[in-house]
C-alpha cells in the first residue's frame, strides 16, 4: 500500500483561478487519502525567492536582477536553510498548478519550475524507476530520509481561458519527468480568461467542480491499485515557440511593452496593487515629493503640493510587467486599465471567437 505523509498544493496564481482549482484537487485527494493538506504559493517574489533558498538556491544580490522572476543563482550553504519552508517534501503527493500564458508555462516563471522541479534530478532512466520511486515514497513516509535528492509523485494541473492549453501540460509534465517524479495523472481545466470580463465568466462552476471530484476518486483508486506510471499528456514537453496572440482583424497583437494605467482621482495610494504584483514591478513615486518642498524653506503654491502629494502616493510601474492582471483586480477602487490598442483589440478578438462552446476539463489518467 502506498502512503503519503501529505498532499501538498503548489501553485501560481497572480489572480486567483489557479489557486482555488489547485487547492481544490490537493484538498480532496487529502480527504480521500485520509493525510493533511499542504499548500505553497511561488506566486510572489519573495515566495520564489524563499523557496528556491529551501533547494539551495538563492538569488545573486545585484540590482540588475531586482525585476526578473529568476535571475541568476548561485549554491546557499546547508546550514543556512534551517528554517526555511520546503516547497514539498520527500513523501508527499504534489498537485502542482500553473496558468496557461501563450500556450505555455508563464515564461517568467519557467526558470523557477525547472529548477525546483530538476534540481534534486536523479540520473537514471525514469522507465526504469518507477518502483525504485513508488519505495523511495514508502520510506520517505515512514522513516528520516535522505533529503538531498527526492522524487514525488505528481499531478500537473494547466489552467487556461477556454482558448486553449496548447502544450502548457505537457511543458509541465515534462519537467516533472525530467526531474525524475512521476505525474501519475494531470487536467486541463478551462476557467475565466482572465483579460476579460465574460469569456468564461462563473467558472469554475458547479459542474467543474463535479468534474474535480470525480478526478480525486478516480486517482484515488489508481493509487491503492498501485497504477502509478507516468501519464502522456498531449502538445510538446519542450516546446520552441509561444502562442502569438492576434488582434481582431487577424495580424499579431504587439503588446508586450504594455503597462498598467492609473486614474489619480480614482487611486487612494493604499498599496495593495503593489503587494500583489508577481514581478515585483511596482513601486511608488519619491517620498520626499509627499512634502511638497526641498527642505529650502520655500513655500510652494498649494495647487502644486496637492498633485505632488497625489504623485507621491500613486503606483508606478518601472519593471517588467507580465500582463497578469493582478494589480487590476485587486485594486478596489478600480484606478488601473490597460489602455493598449493592440491589448484591448487582443481582447476583443478572444471574446469575439472563444466566448463559445465552453470548453470542459480533461482529465488525463
Ligand atoms: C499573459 C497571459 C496569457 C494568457 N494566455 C492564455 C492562452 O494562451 N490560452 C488560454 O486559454 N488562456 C490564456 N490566458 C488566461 C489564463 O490562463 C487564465 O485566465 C488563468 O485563469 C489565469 O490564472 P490565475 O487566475 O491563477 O491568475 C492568459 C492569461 C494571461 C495573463
Ligand atoms: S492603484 Fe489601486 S491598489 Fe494601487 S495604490 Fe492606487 S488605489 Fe491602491
Ligand atoms: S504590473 Fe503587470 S505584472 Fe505587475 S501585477 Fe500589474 S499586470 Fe501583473
Known amino acids: ?94 498537485v502542482w498548478g500553473t496558468p496557461t500564458y501563450a500556450g505555455r508555462i508563464p515564461n517568467k516563471t519557467l526558470d523557477f519550475v525547472r529548477e525546483i522541479l530538476t534540481t534534486r534530478a536523479k540520473s537514471e532512466a525514469l522507465a526504469d524507476s518507477v518502483d525504485k520511486v513508488v519505495k523511495e515514497i514508502s520510506t520517505a513516509v515512514n522513516s528520516e530520509s535522505d533529503k538531498s535528492v527526492f522524487r514525488n509523485l505528481m499531478i500537473p494541473i494547466a ?85 502569438v496572440p492576434k488582434r481582431l482583424d487577424g495580424e499579431p497583437a504587439v503588446f508586450l511593452k504594455a503597462k498598467p494605467q492609473l486614474d489619480r482621482e480614482k487611486c487612494t495610494g493604499c498599496g495593495t496593487c503593489a503587494a500583489v504584483c508577481p514581478m515585483g514591478s511596482i513601486t511608488f513615486a519619491d517620498s520626499k515629493a509627499r512634502s511638497g518642498d526641498d527642505n529650502t524653506g520655500i513655500s510652494v503654491d498649494k495647487e502644486i503640493q496637492r498633485s505632488s502629494e497625489i504623485i507621491a502616493h500613486s503606483p508606478i510601474f518601472p519593471g517588467i510587467c507580465i500582463k497578469c492582471q493582478a494589480c487590476i483586480q485587486h485594486c478596489k477602487n478600480g484606478a488601473l486599465y490597460f489602455d493598449d490598442p493592440d491589448f484591448l483589440s487582443h481582447v476583443a478578438m478572444l471574446e469575439a471567437n472563444f466566448a463559445s462552446p465552453l470548453k470542459k476539463p480533461e482529465l488525463f489518467l
Open 159 to 243: 489552467v487556461y481561458g477556454n482558448r486553449s492549453f496548447d502544450n502548457c501540460l505537457a511543458e509541465l509534465g515534462g519537467l516533472m519527468k525530467k526531474g525524475g517524479h512521476l505525474p501519475i495523472a494531470g487536467i486541463a481545466m478551462p476557467t475565466r480568461h482572465t483579460f476579460s470580463k465574460t469569456l468564461g465568466a462563473g467558472r469554475p462552476n458547479a459542474a467543474d467542480f463535479e468534474i474535480l471530484d470525480d478526478f480525486c476518486v478516480r486517482i484515488r483508486d489508481k493509487i491503492l491499485d498501485m497504477c502509478v506510471a507516468p501519464v502522456a499528456f498531449p502538445g510538446e514537453e519542450e516546446p520552441e515557440k509561444y502562442y
Open 1 to 94: 500500500m502506498l502512503e503519503f505523509s501529505a498532499v501538498r498544493a503548489v501553485w501560481f496564481s497572480p489572480t486567483g483561478s489557479t489557486k482555488t482549482i489547485t487547492e481544490y484537487v490537493a484538498k480532496g485527494l487529502a480527504e480521500l487519502l485520509g493525510v493533511p493538506m499542504k499548500s505553497t504559493s511561488y506566486t510572489l517574489p519573495g515566495e520564489r525567492e524563499r523557496a528556491l533558498a529551501s533547494m539551495g538556491l538563492s538569488h545573486r544580490e545585484d540590482s540588475e536582477s531586482q525585476m526578473q522572476s529568476v535571475p541568476q543563482l548561485q549554491r546557499v550553504p546547508q546550514s543556512a536553510l534551517q528554517n526555511v519552508p520546503e516547497v514539498f517534501a520527500p513523501g508527499e503527493l504534489v
